[in-house]
């Protein structure tokens, strides 16, 4: 596992050199300073002897112009794009936005061996590591010991559950319940969407057929897609922070009652 001086939260501070940010982030040094001076990342924290130190919202950003620029997107687009976002987003809200970008990619698996992962992670991956991310279905062994199929979507997901501090089987069982849980509302959503569309009697051939169902099918999904996956992170993300205060408002203690 990663030691605790990398940076992998938004709570942290800035601890990365712009050397170990390239690297971690999977592009190069130039890259990083080029970014900088177009705006797209913003300026590092000056540490000791004025050494620039960067932290989790600067590689949560680096993700998310590798994710637009894999959609083609050009870096003027990218920085419109970016433009549009708060100032003032946390490493986790722009890793939000990423995951909103990467939906749209097509699944395209990409091959990486054991060093660019170590690169990506910030420090050398064990074998329980590399079971991890095995497990949550980041990358597939091959016949090489030391080169693995990886699944970019998801890979920058992958390393930063490296650093969390939980049982793997908490894991999966989180994994488990959020597969459960999108998998029955992709169902009923498309369900109602097919009512809306087709009709309710699609099901008993009353409804359209051939050229205009395939139409149809496209319209729904091209315009509805987005706005649904949109609508699922929202509701989720409010219903996580509504959670996550009940839970805190139990650890806090009771406040002295006044005499």
């Known amino acids: 596992m990663a030691t605790p ?4 939260t938004g709570t942290e501070e800035p601890t990365l050199t712009v050397d170990e940010l390239a690297a971690r982030a999977g592009v190069t040094v130039r890259t990083v300073r080029f970014y900088g001076t177009r705006g797209l990342l913003p300026p590092p924290v000056l540490g000791p002897r004025r050494v620039g130190r960067y932290g989790p919202e600067h590689l949560s950003r680096l993700a998310l112009i590798e994710e637009l620029q894999h959609h083609g997107m050009t870096l003027s687009a990218i920085e419109r794009y970016l433009r549009q976002l708060p100032p003032d987003l946390s490493a ?25 992962l170590a690169r990506r992670a910030g420090h050398p991956l064990s074998e329980q590591d590399i079971d991890r991310l095995a497990a949550l279905n980041v990358l597939e062994r091959t016949d090489d010991p030391d080169v693995f ?26 994994q488990t319940v959020v597969l459960e849980h999108t998998r029955s509302a992709a169902r009923e959503l498309s369900r109602l969407f097919r009512d809306e569309v087709w009709g309710p009697d699609h099901e008993s051939g009353s409804g359209p057929s051939g050229p205009e169902r395939v139409k149809a099918k496209k319209s729904l999904s091209a315009h509805m897609q987005p706005l649904v996956v949109q609508a699922l992170v929202i509701a989720f993300q409010r219903s996580m922070k509504s959670e996550l205060r009940g839970w805190y408002g139990q650890d806090e203690p009771e ?4 005499p």
């Open 5 to 8: 001086d990398t940076a992998t």
């Open 255 to 258: 406040a002295p009652i006044s």
């Open 149 to 174: 199929r990886i699944d970019p979507g998801v890979l920058h997901l992958g390393m930063r559950l490296l650093e969390v501090p939980i049982a793997l089987e908490t894991i999966l069982a989180a």
């Open 92 to 116: 986790d809200d722009l890793a939000v936005h990423r995951a909103l970008v990467a939906s749209w990619a097509p699944e395209a698996p990409e091959e990486a061996s054991r060093e660019q």
